[in-house]
């Protein structure tokens, strides 16, 4: 059941489908998954085989996506768009490739991940090799401020991977120390897509900042709503087990949230909670209650809301097109997405 679903939660409605929200720019992503499948046919035997594997079965390509409308409604249609956003989709899935093999995680999507599969050692160099590939794509094929900022994001978002290693299982973590890692491993993608594409186009200071600031918050609504939906989503929709996020030590902004609100006897409860619930999995069911009767799920929730709206009124201004439509509806899949 998804989480606005839930008893004590405002209701939300059905958001337009992701494939309706890329319509626009639907073949320019065949070319990107085509771009994809051919990304290490130069590489040695073993990567290669494990790189057409991890990109058989593409993710929703959100990030190319936004990329790719951005900079059509920038008036920028070249060839450099789909390096870029092949560059981007390339970070995004070493990224989620280095984040299983820290979490220990046997699936994702539903789906062997790349460790289960072909074990942390390999998988561990096939997202290296992503990494490294990206950027040198970027170099040969699109341009050095692109590199760049690629290169940019890709050390900022692994600054954000090791400070969240470096507070799992605290159960006193700041709410400014995850938002910094919020910013750091997922609001960066989203922020330097967006800045990719206004650097193709060309575009004015203005609409650069603009689509900075839809990228960013985008991005950190992005983060929020995966906390919430790791906790109240459903695995046969989202391919993981409830809690996921807890059991590998990450404290997300629900726990936060609940932990600041909640009175000393419940915040004591809280923490045992979740202590117990490293090994013993038998009490989700009681923190779920928790957190609901804290209200620090709807809290969170609307603090993902507050993010879209700012997302949203950041890119206000641009000319109506179907992909300044897009670019809006997605900001509202982000917000309502059940996995």
Same mark, same amino acid.
């Given at each position: 059941m %998804?989480f606005?679903?839930?008893p004590?939660?405002?209701?939300s409605?059905e ?5 309706e929200i890329?319509?626009? +720019? ?15 046919d130069s590489?040695s035997?073993?990567i290669r085989?494990?790189?057409?594997a991890?990109f058989?079965k593409?993710?929703k390509?959100?990030?190319p996506?936004?990329?790719? &409308?951005?900079?059509?409604q920038l008036?920028?249609r070249?060839k ?7 560059a ?5 899935t070493?990224s989620l ?7 220990g ?8 991940t790349?460790?289960?599969?072909y074990g942390?050692? #390999?998988?561990?160099? &096939? ?8 950027i040198?794509?970027s170099?040969?094929?699109i ?13 900022k978002m =692994?600054e954000g991977e090791?400070?969240e290693?470096?507070?799992? #299982?605290?159960? %006193?973590l700041?709410e400014?120390?995850y ?5 750091s ?9 967006c ?5 193709l186009?060309g575009a004015?200071?203005?609409d650069?900042?603009?689509l900075?600031?839809?990228?960013k918050?985008?991005? &950190? ?7 919430? =939906? ?7 929709e989202?391919?993981?087990p409830a #809690? ?9 902004l629900p ?6 609100a909640a009175s000393t006897?419940?915040?004591?409860k809280?923490r045992?909670l979740?202590?117990?619930?490293? %090994?013993n ?6 923190? #779920? ?13 609307d603090q993902?809301?507050?993010? +879209?709206?700012k ?8 000319p ?12 509202d899949? +982000?917000l309502?997405r059940?996995y």
């Amino acid at each position: 059941m %998804n989480f606005k679903e839930k008893p004590g939660l405002k209701k939300s409605s059905e958001p337009v489908s992701l494939s309706e929200i890329l319509s626009p +720019v639907r073949k320019d992503l065949r070319q990107v998954e085509v771009y994809l499948s051919r990304w290490a046919d130069s590489a040695s035997p073993a990567i290669r085989k494990m790189a057409r594997a991890a990109f058989q079965k593409p993710g929703k390509l959100i990030r190319p996506g936004i990329l790719l &409308l951005a900079a059509s409604q920038l008036g920028y249609r070249g060839k450099k768009r789909i390096a870029a956003a092949a560059a981007v989709e390339a970070i995004h899935t070493a990224s989620l490739i280095h984040d299983d093999i820290i979490d220990g995680s046997a699936t994702r999507r539903g789906e062997k991940t790349m460790a289960a599969a072909y074990g942390e050692k #390999f998988s561990l160099l &096939l997202g290296d090799f992503f990494f490294i590939r990206s950027i040198a794509a970027s170099v040969r094929a699109i341009s050095p401020k692109i590199t760049d900022c690629l290169t940019r994001v890709t050390e900022k978002m =692994i600054e954000g991977e090791a400070e969240e290693l470096a507070h799992a #299982f605290n159960f %006193n973590l700041e709410e400014k120390t995850y938002w910094y890692i919020v910013e750091s491993k997922t609001a960066s993608l989203f922020e330097a897509t967006c800045l990719v594409a206004a650097e193709l186009a060309g575009a004015r200071p203005k609409d650069k900042k603009a689509l900075s600031a839809y990228g960013k918050n985008l991005g &950190l609504a992005f983060q929020v709503v995966d906390d919430l =939906i790791d906790i109240t989503g459903s695995p046969e929709e989202t391919g993981k087990p409830a #809690f996921s996020d807890l059991r590998e030590g990450r404290m997300t902004l629900p726990f936060i949230l609940a932990r600041e609100a909640a009175s000393t006897r419940d915040k004591n409860k809280l923490r045992q909670l979740v202590e117990k619930s490293r %090994n013993n999995h038998g009490h989700l069911k009681e923190l #779920f209650v928790l957190l609901n009767q804290t209200g620090a799920l709807q809290q969170a929730y609307d603090q993902a809301e507050k993010l +879209v709206k700012k997302s949203k009124e950041s890119i206000n201004h641009l000319p109506a097109t179907p992909y300044s439509l897009s670019l809006l509806k997605m900001a509202d899949f +982000v917000l309502r997405r059940k996995y």
